[in-house]
T-cell receptor, first 111, second 111 residues
Framework: LAKTTQPISMDSYEGQEVNITCSHN???????ITWYQQFPSQGPRFIIQ???TKVTNEVASLFIPADRKSSTLSLPRVSLSDTAVYYC????????????FGAGTRLTVKP | ETGVTQTPRHLVMGMTNKKSLKCEQH?????MYWYKQSAKKPLELMFV???????ENNSVPSRFSPECPNSSHLFLHLHTLQPEDSALYLC??????????FGEGSRLTVL
Protein backbone atom coordinates (compact mmCIF):
# COMPACT_ATOMS: atom_id res chain seq x y z
CA LEU A 1 0.00 0.00 0.00
CA ALA A 2 1.61 3.21 -1.16
CA LYS A 3 1.73 5.83 1.57
CA THR A 4 1.21 9.45 0.60
CA THR A 5 2.60 12.62 2.11
CA GLN A 6 1.10 16.06 1.48
CA PRO A 7 1.55 19.49 3.06
CA ILE A 8 -0.92 19.97 5.88
CA SER A 9 -2.08 23.37 4.70
CA MET A 10 -1.60 26.00 2.02
CA ASP A 11 -2.80 29.56 1.56
CA SER A 12 -3.45 31.31 -1.72
CA TYR A 13 -5.25 34.33 -3.14
CA GLU A 14 -8.04 34.52 -5.64
CA GLY A 15 -6.89 34.31 -9.22
CA GLN A 16 -3.61 32.57 -8.46
CA GLU A 17 -2.53 29.15 -9.65
CA VAL A 18 -2.16 26.63 -6.84
CA ASN A 19 0.08 23.59 -6.98
CA ILE A 20 -0.28 20.87 -4.35
CA THR A 21 2.35 18.15 -4.34
CA CYS A 22 1.92 14.62 -3.04
CA SER A 23 4.84 12.27 -2.36
CA HIS A 24 4.37 8.54 -2.88
CA ASN A 25 7.83 7.02 -2.90
CA UNK A 26 6.71 3.38 -2.83
CA UNK A 27 4.15 3.58 -5.58
CA UNK A 28 3.63 0.24 -7.31
CA UNK A 29 3.49 -0.50 -11.03
CA UNK A 30 -0.28 -1.02 -11.03
CA UNK A 31 -1.06 2.04 -8.90
CA UNK A 32 -2.96 5.02 -10.20
CA ILE A 33 -3.00 8.48 -8.61
CA THR A 34 -6.33 10.11 -7.83
CA TRP A 35 -7.13 13.48 -6.27
CA TYR A 36 -10.26 14.39 -4.35
CA GLN A 37 -11.71 17.62 -2.98
CA GLN A 38 -13.72 17.77 0.23
CA PHE A 39 -15.81 20.59 1.63
CA PRO A 40 -16.85 20.59 5.31
CA SER A 41 -19.55 18.07 6.20
CA GLN A 42 -19.61 16.62 2.69
CA GLY A 43 -18.15 13.56 1.07
CA PRO A 44 -15.01 13.95 -1.04
CA ARG A 45 -15.47 14.60 -4.73
CA PHE A 46 -13.29 13.25 -7.53
CA ILE A 47 -11.11 15.84 -9.25
CA ILE A 48 -8.67 14.02 -11.51
CA GLN A 49 -6.81 10.76 -11.99
CA UNK A 50 -3.63 9.82 -13.78
CA UNK A 51 -0.95 7.18 -14.23
CA UNK A 52 1.95 9.07 -15.75
CA THR A 53 2.91 12.34 -17.50
CA LYS A 54 0.17 14.94 -17.58
CA VAL A 55 -3.59 14.80 -17.38
CA THR A 56 -5.87 17.80 -17.77
CA ASN A 57 -9.60 18.23 -17.39
CA GLU A 58 -11.93 21.19 -17.07
CA VAL A 59 -11.03 21.90 -13.44
CA ALA A 60 -7.40 20.83 -12.88
CA SER A 61 -4.19 19.38 -14.23
CA LEU A 62 -2.18 16.54 -12.80
CA PHE A 63 1.56 16.34 -13.38
CA ILE A 64 3.35 13.05 -12.77
CA PRO A 65 7.13 12.78 -13.31
CA ALA A 66 8.69 9.78 -14.99
CA ASP A 67 9.62 8.06 -11.72
CA ARG A 68 6.02 8.50 -10.46
CA LYS A 69 7.24 9.03 -6.90
CA SER A 70 5.31 12.26 -6.63
CA SER A 71 2.45 14.07 -8.30
CA THR A 72 1.28 17.66 -8.44
CA LEU A 73 -2.29 18.85 -8.61
CA SER A 74 -2.53 22.20 -10.33
CA LEU A 75 -5.61 24.40 -9.86
CA PRO A 76 -5.63 27.34 -12.26
CA ARG A 77 -6.97 30.73 -11.08
CA VAL A 78 -8.47 29.62 -7.79
CA SER A 79 -11.52 31.28 -6.28
CA LEU A 80 -12.85 31.48 -2.74
CA SER A 81 -15.00 28.45 -3.44
CA ASP A 82 -11.89 26.31 -3.95
CA THR A 83 -11.21 26.52 -0.21
CA ALA A 84 -11.33 22.86 0.78
CA VAL A 85 -9.25 19.85 1.77
CA TYR A 86 -7.50 18.08 -1.10
CA TYR A 87 -6.55 14.42 -0.87
CA CYS A 88 -4.16 12.38 -2.94
CA UNK A 89 -4.86 8.64 -3.16
CA UNK A 90 -2.54 6.08 -4.65
CA UNK A 91 -3.64 2.55 -5.29
CA UNK A 92 -4.44 -0.35 -7.52
CA UNK A 93 -8.10 0.14 -8.19
CA UNK A 94 -8.67 -3.54 -8.69
CA UNK A 95 -7.87 -3.84 -4.99
CA UNK A 96 -10.71 -2.02 -3.31
CA UNK A 97 -8.90 -2.09 0.00
CA UNK A 98 -6.50 0.53 -1.36
CA UNK A 99 -9.12 3.24 -0.97
CA UNK A 100 -7.46 4.83 2.06
CA PHE A 101 -7.15 8.58 2.51
CA GLY A 102 -4.22 10.40 4.07
CA ALA A 103 -4.38 13.63 6.03
CA GLY A 104 -4.91 15.80 2.97
CA THR A 105 -3.98 19.43 2.32
CA ARG A 106 -6.21 22.18 3.63
CA LEU A 107 -6.23 24.94 1.01
CA THR A 108 -7.45 28.36 2.06
CA VAL A 109 -8.11 30.88 -0.70
CA LYS A 110 -8.16 34.49 0.45
CA PRO A 111 -9.74 37.48 -1.30
CA GLU B 1 -26.22 14.56 -6.68
CA THR B 2 -23.61 11.81 -6.88
CA GLY B 3 -25.95 8.84 -7.21
CA VAL B 4 -25.20 7.71 -3.67
CA THR B 5 -27.91 8.42 -1.11
CA GLN B 6 -27.46 8.19 2.64
CA THR B 7 -30.16 8.25 5.30
CA PRO B 8 -30.62 9.64 7.81
CA ARG B 9 -28.56 12.77 7.31
CA HIS B 10 -28.51 13.42 11.04
CA LEU B 11 -28.90 11.01 13.93
CA VAL B 12 -28.75 11.50 17.66
CA MET B 13 -28.69 8.41 19.84
CA GLY B 14 -28.01 7.35 23.34
CA MET B 15 -25.36 4.84 24.25
CA THR B 16 -27.91 2.08 24.78
CA ASN B 17 -29.84 2.62 21.53
CA LYS B 18 -29.76 0.54 18.39
CA LYS B 19 -29.92 2.38 15.10
CA SER B 20 -28.93 1.84 11.49
CA LEU B 21 -27.46 3.97 8.75
CA LYS B 22 -28.51 3.24 5.19
CA CYS B 23 -26.73 3.80 1.92
CA GLU B 24 -28.06 3.23 -1.57
CA GLN B 25 -26.24 3.65 -4.85
CA HIS B 26 -27.90 3.97 -8.24
CA UNK B 27 -24.72 3.73 -10.30
CA UNK B 28 -24.44 0.01 -10.90
CA UNK B 29 -21.15 -0.17 -9.00
CA UNK B 30 -19.86 -3.39 -7.53
CA UNK B 31 -17.99 -2.05 -4.51
CA MET B 32 -19.33 -0.12 -1.51
CA TYR B 33 -17.52 1.40 1.45
CA TRP B 34 -18.10 2.87 4.88
CA TYR B 35 -15.80 5.63 6.06
CA LYS B 36 -15.72 7.46 9.38
CA GLN B 37 -14.62 11.06 9.67
CA SER B 38 -14.20 12.54 13.13
CA ALA B 39 -13.80 16.27 13.61
CA LYS B 40 -10.75 17.63 11.83
CA LYS B 41 -9.42 14.14 11.10
CA PRO B 42 -8.83 12.27 7.87
CA LEU B 43 -11.31 9.76 6.62
CA GLU B 44 -10.91 6.30 8.14
CA LEU B 45 -11.82 3.33 5.99
CA MET B 46 -14.07 1.04 8.03
CA PHE B 47 -15.53 -1.61 5.74
CA VAL B 48 -15.33 -2.61 2.10
CA UNK B 49 -17.81 -4.79 0.23
CA UNK B 50 -17.11 -6.12 -3.23
CA UNK B 51 -19.98 -7.87 -5.00
CA UNK B 52 -21.76 -8.09 -1.62
CA UNK B 53 -18.81 -9.84 0.02
CA UNK B 54 -16.94 -8.10 2.80
CA UNK B 55 -13.30 -7.77 1.78
CA GLU B 56 -12.05 -5.38 4.43
CA ASN B 57 -12.73 -4.81 8.09
CA ASN B 58 -10.30 -2.21 9.26
CA SER B 59 -10.20 -3.30 12.92
CA VAL B 60 -13.56 -1.73 13.57
CA PRO B 61 -15.17 -2.42 16.98
CA SER B 62 -17.99 -4.94 16.94
CA ARG B 63 -20.50 -2.28 18.03
CA PHE B 64 -20.46 -1.35 14.33
CA SER B 65 -22.00 -4.08 12.20
CA PRO B 66 -22.18 -3.72 8.42
CA GLU B 67 -24.66 -5.44 6.15
CA CYS B 68 -24.71 -5.57 2.38
CA PRO B 69 -27.81 -7.40 1.13
CA ASN B 70 -27.10 -6.57 -2.52
CA SER B 71 -24.70 -4.51 -4.60
CA SER B 72 -26.90 -1.42 -4.34
CA HIS B 73 -27.51 -1.26 -0.60
CA LEU B 74 -25.24 -0.99 2.39
CA PHE B 75 -26.18 -0.66 6.03
CA LEU B 76 -24.24 0.15 9.16
CA HIS B 77 -25.95 -1.15 12.27
CA LEU B 78 -25.04 0.67 15.46
CA HIS B 79 -25.47 -0.49 19.04
CA THR B 80 -24.05 0.45 22.42
CA LEU B 81 -21.98 3.21 20.90
CA GLN B 82 -19.69 5.54 22.81
CA PRO B 83 -19.59 9.35 22.66
CA GLU B 84 -16.26 9.12 20.81
CA ASP B 85 -18.13 7.39 17.96
CA SER B 86 -19.77 10.69 17.15
CA ALA B 87 -18.64 11.52 13.63
CA LEU B 88 -19.65 11.92 10.01
CA TYR B 89 -20.18 8.49 8.45
CA LEU B 90 -19.69 8.45 4.73
CA CYS B 91 -20.73 5.80 2.27
CA UNK B 92 -19.08 5.47 -1.12
CA UNK B 93 -19.25 3.23 -4.14
CA UNK B 94 -16.90 2.52 -7.00
CA UNK B 95 -16.34 0.47 -10.08
CA UNK B 96 -12.92 -0.72 -11.23
CA UNK B 97 -11.82 2.75 -12.42
CA UNK B 98 -10.95 3.78 -8.89
CA UNK B 99 -13.23 6.81 -8.77
CA UNK B 100 -15.12 6.86 -5.50
CA UNK B 101 -18.59 8.36 -5.43
CA PHE B 102 -19.57 9.54 -1.97
CA GLY B 103 -22.90 10.21 -0.38
CA GLU B 104 -23.59 13.35 1.64
CA GLY B 105 -22.91 11.50 4.86
CA SER B 106 -24.79 10.78 8.08
CA ARG B 107 -23.86 13.01 10.99
CA LEU B 108 -24.03 10.87 14.13
CA THR B 109 -24.08 12.24 17.66
CA VAL B 110 -23.86 9.81 20.57
CA LEU B 111 -25.00 11.20 23.89
Amino acid sequence: LAKTTQPISMDSYEGQEVNITCSHNNIATNDYITWYQQFPSQGPRFIIQGYKTKVTNEVASLFIPADRKSSTLSLPRVSLSDTAVYYCLVGDWYNNNDMRFGAGTRLTVKP
Amino acid sequence: ETGVTQTPRHLVMGMTNKKSLKCEQHLGHNAMYWYKQSAKKPLELMFVYNFKEQTENNSVPSRFSPECPNSSHLFLHLHTLQPEDSALYLCASSQSTGELFFGEGSRLTVL
